[in-house]
Nanobody, 116 residues
Framework: QVQLVESGGGLVQAGGSLRLSCAASGRIFSRDALAWYRQAPGKQRQLVAWFTSSGSTNYADSVKGRFTISSDNAKNTAYLQMNSLKPEDTAVYYC??????????WGQGTQVTVSS
């Protein structure tokens, strides 16, 4: 069984920074697909940042240049560094892991609130 535990959300002023963490446990692999999503109230869940199959990173246009996805395989942890935050970044953020065995797991979500 694979579990993901997120941390690092909170309240920050516009222009500030936060770093989200997503710690994985269970049967995971270093080449699992990793991604971060977010969901604002009344909106659909949106893909924010992800690793491509070649290991490079990709971002939604709305966060490009401000957010950075990374991972530390030794710690089984993925990160989302968020800089220059805007009120429109307010959402619940979810990490997602698609393992090599085909198991898809979501974190519990962490609230990010950006005040203007």
């Amino acid at each position: 069984q694979v579990q993901l535990v997120e941390s690092g959300g909170g309240l920050v002023q516009a222009g500030g920074s936060l770093r989200l963490s997503c710690a994985a446990s269970g049967r995971i692999f270093s080449r699992d697909a990793l991604a971060w999503y977010r969901q604002a109230p009344g909106k659909q869940r949106q893909l924010v940042a992800w690793f491509t199959s070649s290991g490079s990173t990709n971002y939604a246009d709305s966060v490009k240049g401000r957010f950075t996805i990374s991972s530390d395989n030794a710690k089984n942890t993925a990160y989302l560094q968020m800089n220059s935050l805007k009120p429109e970044d307010t959402a619940v953020y979810y990490c997602n892991r698609h393992t090599l065995l085909g198991v898809v797991v979501w974190g519990q979500g962490t609230q990010v609130t950006v005040s203007s």
